[in-house]
């Protein structure tokens, strides 16, 4: 006769051969659903220091603007950025106007030939040009029915 504790462990040992594939499955798909389905796609980066206009970039709506700004002097800095129609040179939107540090994502839902007016004093920036899918401008949009 088999001591009880054998048995049990016994018992244990086919029931971990059971479940093991069950639980790698698992851990598999959690870390598929952890990998991002749609590619958000960076079209252009830029970054400076000082006031200048960045080179053309052409992008197809909807497309979203990522901008980063800081400074070592947060009392004296300022910041602003136009979107100038490449075209025609005219304003398209001003995408941030602000004296302190700061980020922020703006979503713009026309796509052409673009680029940017920066006017920054003691600051330094970065501003991304990122190519989305309708779907992924969806994530970005206001919830709820619109603003108040």
């Avoid at 040992?13 to 598929?32: D, N, Q, Y």
């Avoid at 713009?108 to 989305?132: H, M, P």
Wanted: glycine share 8%.
């Amino acid at each position: 006769m088999k001591p009880m504790f054998k048995c049990m462990a016994t018992a244990k040992r086919e029931s971990m051969k059971k479940i093991i594939p069950v639980l790698v499955a698992c851990g598999f798909a959690t870390i598929a659903s952890l990998q991002p389905l749609a590619a958000e796609e960076l079209v252009r980066e830029f970054s400076g220091e000082r006031s200048a206009e960045t080179a053309d970039f052409e992008v197809d709506a909807p497309w979203l603007i990522d901008w980063r700004v800081n400074s070592d002097y947060a009392d004296s800095m300022g910041f602003d950025v136009e979107l100038v129609n490449a075209a025609m040179g005219d304003h398209a939107g001003r995408v941030v106007k602000t004296k302190r540090r700061g980020s922020g994502l703006r979503l713009v839902d026309e796509g052409g030939r673009f680029r940017f007016k920066v006017e920054s004093a003691l600051a330094y920036w970065t501003i991304k040009v990122i190519q989305l899918t309708p779907e992924e401008a969806e994530a970005y949009m206001p919830k709820g029915g619109g603003l108040p």
